[in-house]
């Protein structure tokens, strides 16, 4: 119980104890459905092209959500947002999801699932707004290890699917989420409160309608362009965005189609990502810690290129080459992302957080939005060519982590020369 992460748990206090305790709640059920997500469509009828649709429209959606989603938060604050916005993006799109009948049903359930632009929005700010900087790594490393941990109960999703077929599974295991996502949702309202940068935006704001507010986003956009280090931050995210909308949408494809693995047998993967990832955090991150991020990130960035060539490489039935690839991920994954959650709120405007981060949504999701339906084309020819574009964006993104790392660098020791002067 001595070890860092476990104190650091213990020592959580306010709105980051409200947001980390409840994270399970979301992690559980979307663990039991996402390996299968993609697979289900095929099942209802869906082609490929049909699947990258439905994620560029929704992708779309998120342009509108994204771009409202910083007026909301501050008309609404963080914690009410947060409640009604969680069950508009997910417990309605579960229901939807489970009664689901052809492409026309995903799409309805893809366009309301967009909505969760507001609520990533609000939640963000709800967690790390009153928290101490010295806990961000510490606060992001477990919402992922929690998101993790619940990748555990992946494999019952398997074994249900192989006594039960697909279908049945996946529409009992939808209406299981909807239940979960809204007690999750419920809870992280009772257990939180208000934001101090809330409340004063919420009174600075009370008597403007929200287009209003949103009328006041060009001085925002002006600041965000002139800031170089909030701008590698939004090239990276993009990156991530893009290939984890490829990953999510087609990697199971690839995988019962190609390599022609039972789809009863993708949750095994699931479980072996979480695994591995906690170790990673529990054991490998604290020895890191004493680093500037640009060499875990650099690294990370080349760890998911190599997981994807292995994937593309893994011969049928090569379940060694295939777990390697998940491993390798796992390890990848578990460097990036707290150090990117960090990096993201350390580059923004504490004072115009919900607006700065609405504006980093909207750029990022305007540019991800075509790669589901160019995925889905890239994949109706080859199913190697989505993931051959994936690596040539984390070449880039690799090389993006080590220039935000050198203006980080530079820009500390800019502080600490005019603190001495």
Same mark, same amino acid.
């Given at each position: 119980m001595s070890?860092?992460?476990?104190?650091?748990?213990?020592?959580?206090?306010?709105n980051?104890?409200?947001?980390?305790?409840t994270e399970p709640l979301w992690g559980v059920p979307y663990n039991l459905v996402a390996p299968y997500a993609s697979v289900y469509m095929v099942a209802l009828g869906l082609t490929d092209r049909n699947i990258g649709l439905v994620l560029s429209v929704s992708w779309g959606f998120q342009v509108f959500w994204a771009l409202m989603s910083g007026a909301i938060t501050d008309k609404l604050g963080r914690r009410l947002t947060t409640l009604l916005f969680d069950i508009l993006a997910w417990s309605v799109p579960a229901i939807i999801w489970a009664l689901s009948q052809n492409f026309w049903w995903f799409m309805a359930a893809g366009i309301m699932n967009a909505i969760w632009r507001v609520t990533m929005n609000s939640w963000t700010c709800l967690l790390v707004e009153d928290a101490e900087h010295e806990q961000l790594v510490d606060i992001y490393t477990w919402i992922h290890i929690s998101n993790l941990a619940a990748g555990f109960v992946a494999p019952l999703a398997g074994l249900l699917v192989a006594r039960f077929d697909l279908a049945p599974t996946m529409r009992v295991l939808y209406f299981f989420a909807a239940i979960m996502f809204t007690l999750k949702a419920v809870l992280t309202y009772l257990?939180?409160?208000?934001?101090?940068?809330?409340?004063?935006r919420m009174m600075e704001t009370r008597s403007q309608s929200v287009f209003a507010v949103l009328g006041e986003y060009h001085s925002v956009v002006r600041e965000v362009l002139r800031r170089p280090e909030t701008l590698y931050t939004a090239g990276i995210m993009l990156i991530i965005a893009i290939v984890g909308l490829i990953n999510g949408g087609f990697w199971g494809i690839l995988v019962t189609e190609k390599l022609n693995v039972p789809p009863e047998v993708l949750s095994i993967f699931p479980f072996l990502k979480s !695994?591995? %990832? *906690?170790?990673?955090?529990f054991f490998v991150m604290p020895r890191l810690a004493h680093l500037d991020f640009k060499w875990p990130m650099f690294a990370g960035f080349l760890a998911f290129v190599v997981a994807q060539i292995l994937l593309i490489t893994a011969p049928e039935q090569g379940y060694l080459i295939l777990g390697l690839s998940v491993f390798v991920e796992a390890c990848a994954y578990a460097a990036v992302s707290p150090l990117l959650d960090k990096l993201i709120v350390l580059t923004i405007d504490a004072q115009e957080r919900a607006r700065v981060?609405?504006?980093?949504?909207?750029g990022v999701i305007l540019i991800t939005a075509p790669?589901?339906?160019? !995925?889905? %084309? *890239?994949?109706?020819?080859d199913k190697n060519l989505?993931?051959?574009l994936n690596i040539t964006l984390l070449l880039a993104g690799a090389a993006l982590a080590w220039v935000a790392g050198r203006t980080a660098e530079n820009h500390k020791a800019a502080v600490a020369v005019s603190v001495e002067l």
């Open positions: 070890h860092s992460l476990i104190t650091s748990l213990r020592s959580f206090t306010g980051p104890r409200g947001c980390v305790y257990m939180t409160e208000e934001t101090t940068q809330g409340r004063a !695994a591995v %990832a *906690l170790g990673f955090f981060q609405s504006i980093l949504y909207v790669f589901g339906w160019i !995925a889905g %084309a *890239l994949s109706s020819i989505p993931f051959l």
